[in-house]
């Protein structure tokens, strides 16, 4: 879909759509768009007008109309493509190859920011963990990779993995710290769970968190920190 005709156009204001005033704009210019895909006139591969057309026809700024859009990529409802323009995915029309295409590039740009922000507060927290963890704490870093080392379930290996990294947290000894990860733990842990669970992924648990534990036995931050690194850089290098 090019840029709109009045008469057979859907996105006609004067036919189907009109001026939204709801607080959450977005939404019901999401909704008004799922509207026209369920009524059939807009179907897999038809093209939006551009973001200034769209927001001319909603009578809003283009950030609700630009919201709307990420909202609906989010859903699998629309794709948007560099260059191209934004482009209705309907999964019941949609080949297979689109619908992986689109899948795989949602979980890799995902996948991408959680990393992100793992390399960001991790090291930290390795290095602040070396400096300040008791023997309670180091006591159990060590019993957590021992039970990895025996556990025989990739399952229990992976729930293990997320065990170590909040030990690590808590040796801290910044209860703020603690809280803050512990309330991003889901998302924390969704990077971990997203690994293949294969074995090659139990041994880059372990020996990155065999090499992290041994920096913070050391009290030496800065090897903690490099031990961490690398460790998150290897296991983003098994995707």
């Known amino acids: 879909m ?11 204001a004067e036919i189907d759509l009109k001026a939204v005033k709801r607080t959450k704009v977005y939404q019901e210019i999401a909704e008004q768009i ?11 591969g038809d093209q939006l007008p551009p973001e200034r057309r769209l927001a001319e026809i909603f009578q809003v700024s283009r950030h609700p ?18 260059g191209s323009g934004t482009f209705v995915v309907n999964e019941r029309d949609a080949s297979i190859d689109d619908l992986l295409t689109h899948a795989l590039e949602r979980e ?16 930290q927290i390795a290095a602040k963990a070396a400096a300040k963890a ?3 704490d180091l006591a159990e870093l060590k019993g ?8 025989g379930d990739i399952h229990q290996i992976v729930d293990l993995d997320q065990e170590f ?27 971990r769970t997203r690994v293949p669970r294969n074995t090659n992924r139990a041994e880059l648990s372990l020996s990155g968190h065999a090499s992290i534990l041994r920096a913070v036995e050391k009290g030496d931050s800065g090897a903690a920190l490099k031990a961490m690194e690398k460790h998150l850089l290897q296991v983003e290098a098994a995707l």
Request: charged fraction near 35%; hydrophobic fraction near 40%; avoid cysteine.
């Open 34 to 44: 799922i509207h026209l895909i369920k009524a059939g006139k807009l179907r897999h």
């Open 2 to 12: 090019n840029e709109p005709k009045h008469g057979n156009d859907p996105f006609s």
């Open 165 to 191: 990294h909040m030990a690590l947290a808590r040796a801290t000894r910044n209860s703020t710290l603690l809280r803050v990860v512990e309330r991003l733990n889901d998302i924390l842990d969704e990077s």
């Open 144 to 151: 957590i990779l021992e039970r990895q080392e025996k556990a």
């Open 65 to 82: 109309v630009r919201e709307a859009i990420r909202t609906l990529e989010e859903k699998n409802v629309l794709v948007s493509r560099v």
């Open 134 to 136: 008791s023997p309670e």
């Open 108 to 123: 890799k740009n995902k996948l991408a920011e959680i990393f992100e922000f793992r390399r960001m507060i991790e090291p």
